[in-house]
């Protein structure tokens, strides 16, 4: 869930849920990829995010939209 958006008001909304989609380098980095308002994936400072547990129906479904719309897919 989003609890920082600063500097990305249009990509980012505070208090949603957003998919991420694995990427190994970039959590070393520090970072996250985010699906995010366009619909894209794009790379975000961790720290913007807390992880949530959702149930498994929602979590499915948030990740297959993602990767329906991701060019990693």
Known sequence: MCVRNDGYEASLERNKI?????DDEAEHDGDLRVVDESGEDYLFSADRFVAIEVPA???KSLLKAAQADSPFH
């Open 57 to 59: 129906a929602v979590r």
């Open 18 to 22: 957003y998919a991420v989609l694995p």
